[in-house]
């Protein structure tokens, strides 16, 4: 009887630890191989996400070495190729999940593995009900990944601890450089960091103050309507106050019609507006009504990416992830979300449990309400408790000439059986 392969993916924006993921699926898909070769084989990735499985574009991560697997948990970006592909409704557009199961089918997979956000656990769940229906039995387990934490049903989402980490400590030490020129020159300093809906990453930003006056300053929040008016009172009373201000903002803040203040016009393939600039129009605001030399910075890919300063919660929990998403599937763990569940939250203790993908499936977890203070420019307490063991933790990777020595894979092509198919 021949062993049963897996299909393995990255799907959406990537992160500083993803791969940390894909190492821990990988290896303990060798593991259990060696000892039950029967039950599981090769793992296939999927070349650019989703797509590589339409297209029939699979990788063979068998051809490559233990030792560059393992030089993954210290890898950022996405070692396989990530991509922003939806697949459509099951009842408009079947086909497409019909030629997923066709090469699931001609490649002797059994296993699906999709390792993304909202929509990702969406596509999971759909693949897991075509293939129940088509008669091809498929095990599907969602594994998350999202830098903004929206995930419903776990305690954090792998990616986001390493960018909170970043963030807080990007403007913490910007803060430093403005309080040094706030009498002579720029007295504002504006972080736009990402977040559509959800206000994660802001809040983590406020990690940073730790007492009164420090920077940030200010947040603000996508759960939070924008006042101009409140808000610039608040940053003048701050450069009385301190001789500076620093605010942290997320690009999908909006005003109190609900409106993106940063809607670029244009969309992903999601369907989702693209955005960007919110940072560059709360400064420029500044500088208009209070008349204050501003600096800007926009976050963007640099938050994602930065695995020099990445959290080692969240690098320990991405791999736990992937080993637990191969123990779940041999488990027979069919159409489920492997999840981090919070024990205690100092020392801070967590454990891997599941949940259904159908009940995870395009839904998004935004700040709760305690999170933000009654003012809604800061952090609670209670928000604090809750961020700060997610950031805790160095892991660096090995550097070579001054430099992080990161791996690239070989991502041999497994030879085409089928048709060609259009995307």
């Given at each position: ?12 924006g ?12 990988i290896?303990?898909a ?16 999927g070349r650019?996400g ?10 063979d991560?068998?051809r ?8 993954l948990?210290q890898t950022?970006g996405?070692a396989?190729g990530?991509?922003?592909y939806?697949?459509?409704?099951l ?6 999940y019909e ?11 059994g296993?699906?593995f999709y390792n993304?956000g909202?929509?990702?656990?969406d596509t999971?769940w759909?693949v897991?009900?075509?293939?129940e ?5 498929v095990?599907c387990?969602?594994?998350p990944k999202?830098?903004?934490n929206?995930?419903?049903?776990t305690?954090?989402?792998?990616g986001?601890?390493s ?5 807080a400590t ?10 040094s ?6 007295r504002i ?12 990453i802001?809040?983590?930003?406020g ?9 940030p300053h200010?947040?603000l929040f996508?759960?939070v309507?924008?006042d ?7 940053v003048?009373q701050?450069?009385r106050?301190?001789g500076?201000?620093?605010v942290?903002?997320?690009e999908?803040?909006?005003?109190a ?6 809607e670029s016009g244009?969309r992903?393939a999601?369907?989702h507006?693209?955005?960007?600039g919110?940072?560059?129009?709360v400064?420029?605001?500044i ?6 030399k501003y ?13 020099h300063?990445?959290s080692r919660?969240?690098l320990?929990?991405a791999?736990?992830?992937g ?7 041999l ?6 979300m492997a999840?981090?569940?919070r024990?205690?939250d ?7 449990g ?7 499936a395009?839904v ?5 309400a ?6 809604g420019f800061?952090?609670t307490?209670?928000?604090?408790r809750?961020l700060q ?6 892991a660096p990777p ?6 992080p020595?990161y ?8 030879e085409?059986?089928l048709a060609a198919?259009?995307?």
């Open positions: 009887m021949a062993a049963i392969n897996a299909f393995y993916a990255q799907s959406g990537v992160t500083a630890v993803i791969n940390a993921t894909a190492c821990g699926l290896q303990e060798r593991r259990l191989h060696l000892l039950h070769p029967e039950k599981i084989g090769k793992v296939l990735a650019d989703i797509i590589g499985a339409l297209t029939e574009d699979l990788i991560t068998s490559e070495s233990d030792a560059d697997i393992a030089r948990l950022p996405g396989f990530s991509c922003r939806k697949l459509k409704s009842e408009q557009h079947r086909a497409q030629r997923l199961i066709e090469v699931f089918r001609a490649h002797e997979i296993y699906f993304g909202n929509d990702s656990m999971a759909k897991s009900q075509i293939s229906a088509m008669g091809y039995p095990v387990v969602g594994i999202t830098i903004d929206d995930l419903p049903l305690d954090c989402c792998p986001f601890g960018v909170a980490k970043y963030v990007s403007i913490r030490e910007a803060g430093y450089d403005v309080a020129m706030a009498r002579t020159s720029t300093f504006v972080l736009e960091v990402m977040g559509r809906h959800a206000g994660w802001t809040a983590a930003c990690l940073a103050a730790e007492q009164a006056g420090e920077p200010l947040l996508p759960e309507p924008f101009p008016e409140a808000f610039l009172a608040r003048d701050c450069v106050d301190y500076y201000c620093t942290a903002v997320s999908g803040l909006r005003d019609a609900g409106h993106l203040l940063a244009s992903d999601f369907g507006a693209q955005l960007g919110v940072g560059q129009y400064a420029q605001l500088k208009d009504r209070l008349g204050h600096h800007w910075a926009l976050a963007d890919y640099l938050q994602r990416s930065a695995r300063l990445a919660t969240d320990e929990q791999h736990a992830l080993v637990a998403a191969v123990d779940l599937a488990q027979g763990k069919n159409a489920v999840t981090i569940v024990e205690a100092a020392p801070y203790r967590w454990h891997i599941e949940v259904p993908l159908a009940a995870v395009n998004e977890r935004k700040m709760p305690e999170f933000i203070s009654a003012d800061q952090i307490d209670a928000c604090r809750y063991p997610l950031i805790e933790g160095e090995p550097f070579r000439a001054g430099l020595d791996v690239r894979l070989q991502n041999n092509a497994v085409k059986k198919f259009a995307v």
